[in-house]
């Protein structure tokens, strides 16, 4: 055996021993939950996650704060009075998510294209001279071609969403120029089902209603996930050898 074809199965028994291991992991895994309830997620820190990473945007140059004698407003405050929504790390605040979408598109091409050549000789010289067999190996026409070509594409699409709902928060971050980053997590567990809704963005102060409310349509770099998991969830995806095949298979 070569050393190549040995590097090969090698190669592609330890890829099968990989694929296994997961898979046998995790049918493991969830023949353990068997009629059991999904498990919903413990509390956890957003900033302590292994893919948090702090945000960073440009900012303005800070200003040193001056303050006035005999005076309780300080120059550079945003309210003379204590306010009592979120505006600083910890704090909570409530997401109103009003999401609506609509896209229509349609696309048509049409293509054809018709060429042929002849450039009328109809003889090699010398051709006349041969006789029998030998004489069907030359063409009858030189330099002939015909050519068609043609193609029709057509494509359109068409998108509906709707999502409203309202969900808390928890400032995570200020940023220097006094920018709140918010993020929120929801689960909501009905029977064998988990709905799953995530917010997150960067929020002006400015824009939080007096009752501590934000439009998700003010949060820049906004990130709305809203999915689930569970039996249903489950049966609505496509067995993992299927996934396999649509990855590797080129047709």
């Not at 029998?132 to 030359?138: E, K, L």
């Not at 057509?154 to 969900?167: A, F, I, M, P």
Request: with cysteine; glycine share 8%; charged share 20%.
């Amino acid at each position: 055996m070569s050393p190549c074809t040995h590097l090969k199965r090698t190669i592609r028994t330890g890829t099968v021993l990989a694929l296994g291991c997961l898979c046998g992991c995790s049918s493991l895994e969830r023949l353990s939950a068997i009629g059991e309830k999904p498990a919903l997620a413990a509390i956890e820190n957003p900033t302590s996650q292994p893919g948090y990473k702090p945000v960073q945007m440009p900012m303005p140059t800070p200003q040193a704060a001056s303050y006035n004698p005999n005076s309780l407003w300080r120059n550079g405050s945003r309210a003379f009075f204590k306010d009592q929504r979120a505006n600083q790390v910890g704090d909570i605040m409530t997401i109103t998510v009003n999401f609506t979408d609509k896209a229509n598109i349609a696309n048509q091409t049409q293509r054809s294209r018709t060429n042929k050549e002849d450039s009328g000789i109809t003889d090699f010289a010398g051709s006349k001279l041969v006789t029998g067999a030998a004489a069907s190996v030359f063409p009858g026409r030189i330099l002939t071609t015909d050519s068609t070509a043609s193609s029709d594409g057509k494509g359109s699409v068409q998108r509906q969403e709707n999502l409203q709902t309202t969900v808390a928060a928890v400032v995570t971050q200020v940023l220097p120029n006094g920018n709140l980053v918010v993020e929120g997590k929801q689960e909501i567990r009905v029977n064998f089902e988990i709905r799953e809704l995530i917010v997150a963005g960067i929020v002006r102060p400015e824009d939080i209603q007096s009752d501590n409310t934000i439009d998700s349509s003010k949060i820049a770099q906004a990130r709305i996930a809203y999915g689930g998991r569970g039996q249903i969830t489950d049966v609505q995806q496509p067995r993992y050898g299927q996934q396999v095949l649509d990855v590797l298979l080129p047709f």
